[in-house]
């Protein structure tokens, strides 16, 4: 089993729609980070959070630390937000270890 | 100016060659490392560098070497390409521990023939 699961694998939503991807871990970490990649292949790192909630624009992510879960939330989706999100914990030494990714693609 | 880069951003080998992928960055990080990315596997940590003197294997370093040349260049070597290295490698650096972000490279697509 990965020690990060990420849900769904794969997302299809409308234009405007509130999305919603979940991030479940097993080992202990002292961060979590959120990343997008574009189509084009480059990453850029969204959030990094190891309690509470940070929000950014349109976009907020959650952690529940005694759950191990984080949430990444997308208010008034559009399709430029179009993307493959990954979730990636930091057990240590910032190394991360990544999930496998979502991959979410918005209609307009 | 980009501030991690990365060349070459395409490369197609064949088996046995020797190749090195570069990245050079100007953010004045410490810590440097490599990632190796496969559809429906994620990305995964190849060696990592704190500082000029320090290298360290990640989780999946067989077949691969690396070099800290200077604070702001990490190479990454395939000393014998084979194919199942065909992938897409991404370059990475990051300062405090716990506190900042890793900032990635834009990548290298590596074919091996």
């Known amino acids: 089993k990965n020690e990060v699961e990420q849900s769904p694998q794969n997302l299809t939503a409308q234009e405007g729609e509130f999305i919603t991807i979940n991030c479940s871990y097993s080992v202990g970490i002292s961060a979590l980070h959120w990343l997008q990649q574009h189509p084009g292949g480059g990453i850029v790192s969204l959030f990094m959070?190891?309690?509470g909630k940070k929000k950014h624009g349109r976009l907020i992510a959650t952690i529940n630390i005694q759950e191990k879960h984080s949430s990444l939330h997308i208010t008034a989706s559009h399709p430029r937000d179009s993307a493959v999100y990954i979730c990636a914990v930091e057990k240590g030494a910032q190394k991360l270890v990544f999930g496998q990714g979502t991959r979410l693609t918005i209609n307009p | 100016d980009a501030d991690v880069t990365q060349t070459p951003r395409n490369r197609i080998t064949k088996t046995g060659k020797r190749i090195m992928l570069e990245c050079s960055q100007t953010?004045?990080?410490?810590?440097m490392y490599w990632y190796r990315q496969d559809p429906g596997l994620g990305l995964r940590l190849i060696y990592y560098s704190f500082d000029v003197k320090d290298i360290n294997k990640g989780e999946i370093s067989d077949g691969y070497s690396v070099s800290r040349q200077a604070q702001a260049k990490f190479s990454l070597s395939l000393e014998s390409a084979i194919p199942n290295q065909t992938a897409l490698y991404f370059c990475a650096t990051s300062d405090l521990p716990g506190r900042e972000e890793q900032f990635f490279g834009p990548g290298t697509r590596l074919t091996v023939l």
């Open positions: 953010k004045g990080h410490d810590r």
């Open positions: 959070l190891s309690s």
